[in-house]
């Protein structure tokens, strides 16, 4: 979290995306902003709604320096990070976004590295 701490104007948004993250990284059955709040010890999901909607902070910068990271880890300049910010798998017919991804049926290239975030 250092790497990325200078992207954050102030200490508190510093403090809570590192709680965040770290609700994002565990166990949890369901990862919306009532139980990563929950899990960060908030009683309202209040504070992580401010740090992905009102705080300041620099989203490019942190991709950045989370390539950096992962280039830096994996020794390998031609790496690519792929985000699938969708994570379970859809189901059913009557709801909307319930079809499957197409891009989940395509092989995935050597080059490319992998990241599901659930």
Not at 3 to 26: C, D, K, M, T
Not at 49 to 65: M, P, V
């Amino acid at each position: 979290m250092s790497r990325i701490a200078g992207r954050f104007a102030r200490v508190e948004p510093r403090r809570r995306v590192r709680r965040l993250v770290s609700g994002l990284l565990s166990d949890l059955l369901w990862k919306n902003f009532w139980t990563l709040a929950q899990h960060a010890g908030d009683s309202t999901p209040d504070g992580m709604q401010h740090l992905l909607r009102r705080a300041k902070w620099d989203a490019d910068a942190i991709r950045d320096d989370l390539r950096a990271y992962v280039v830096e880890d994996l020794h390998d300049t031609e790496a690519v990070l792929v985000v699938d910010e969708t994570g379970d798998l859809k189901k059913g017919t009557a709801t909307v976004g319930v079809r499957a991804d197409e891009h989940a049926r395509q092989p995935i290239p050597d080059s490319l590295i992998p990241l599901t975030c659930k």
